[in-house]
């Protein structure tokens, strides 16, 4: 008998080999899911406008996560209502993997601020992953006469409804945080909402509002420039990205603890084929070199959980927001 592959090169027999198993995924269709997949980009909608903490982390990890799930990555900023215009229209699409969110703590607390909300924030979700947590600064404008913070507690005491703080919206963890101090301190102060973080910002800087909370990554631009001044991390312990600034506990507010998680979450409905595939490209994206030093410059922490993690974390903070809103008496809108 005539060994026909002495003549053929082991190149072309593990080419047809290739071209073979190719067949066979065409033949039943995977093939040209696999390709239609990669061909399609993935929509990633941020409830939170350009600048924000959430909207920095996602684009310092975009291009690494681009690479892990070999497709490009659109990031699409849809701000509003505190984040809810964004997240309900990641809700209504397609459970096919090509559209995810990144939310934060204002995901769980919607339910608890707000009268109506088009979507359930647990069950109309799959979570895949907590990704990390971000430390909060309480700012001021730089006009504002106080340098410490029992110094502002102090202004804001002696001149109750003279002063006003800014959120980017009513009812987000920004506003929250600011609600929470003025518990804590036992102090008062005007809430301003607005769409957005972008715009709150810009009127803190501007002078047209006293002070606000914001994420580290988001105002430490503004810190270092010197158009805010920072009087507080409400973190147990000071931020290796922002040395300098005191805890709440070192400033004389031991009990003013907040802080900011963000999430990585898509639509009800997707395959555990798909939330395995998807949990893999962010544990690769942010076990990056590239990431990680972003992060850590921007003062967040990386804590990568499992999607059951993520669900049964997403329940406990509801439960906890809605204990902090009654507390502070925000009343829903």
């Known amino acids: 008998m005539i060994d026909s592959t002495r003549s053929i090169s082991p190149q072309k027999i593990a080419r047809r080999e290739a071209l073979a198993a190719l067949a066979a995924l065409a033949g039943c269709g995977l093939l040209d899911k696999a390709r239609a997949q990669s061909d399609r980009p993935l929509r990633f909608i941020l409830p939170v406008s350009a600048g924000s903490g959430v909207d920095g982390i996602a684009r310092a990890a975009s291009a690494q996560l681009a690479r892990a799930l070999g497709q490009t990555v659109v990031i699409e900023n849809q ?102 101090f003025k518990d804590v301190s036992g102090t008062f102060s005007t809430h301003i909402p607005y769409r957005g973080f972008g715009p709150m910002l810009q009127d803190i800087v501007g002078g047209q509002v006293h002070w606000g909370v914001g994420a580290l990554p988001a105002v430490a631009g503004q810190i270092k420039a010197g158009n805010l001044r920072a009087l507080c991390v409400s973190s147990p312990a000071r931020i290796a990205a922002a040395p300098d600034i005191p805890t709440s506990a070192e400033a004389g507010f031991p009990k003013y603890l907040v802080d900011g998680w963000f999430a990585a979450v898509g639509p009800k409905g997707l395959t555990p084929e798909v939330v395995k595939r998807i949990h893999a490209a962010f544990a690769t994206a942010f076990a990056t070199t590239e990431v990680k030093e972003a992060m850590a410059k921007q003062g967040n922490a990386i804590s990568m959980s499992t999607p059951e993690f993520a669900l049964a974390h997403f329940k406990s903070e509801l439960l906890k927001y809605a204990a902090l809103v009654k507390k502070t008496g925000v009343e829903p809108q």
């Open 79 to 180: 701000p509003g209502a505190g984040g809810v215009v964004g997240t309900a229209a990641m809700v209504k699409s397609a459970p096919d993997g090509l559209t995810l969110s990144m939310v934060s703590n204002n995901h769980v607390i919607y339910p608890s601020v707000l009268k109506s909300v088009p979507f359930d924030p647990v069950n109309d979700i799959t979570p895949i992953t907590i990704v990390g947590a971000t430390p909060m600064v309480l700012v001021v404008n730089p006009k504002v006469e106080a340098r410490t913070l029992n110094e502002f507690a102090a202004l804001l005491k002696g001149s109750p409804g003279k002063y006003n703080d800014a959120s980017s919206g009513n009812g987000t963890i920004l506003h929250l945080a600011a609600e929470l």
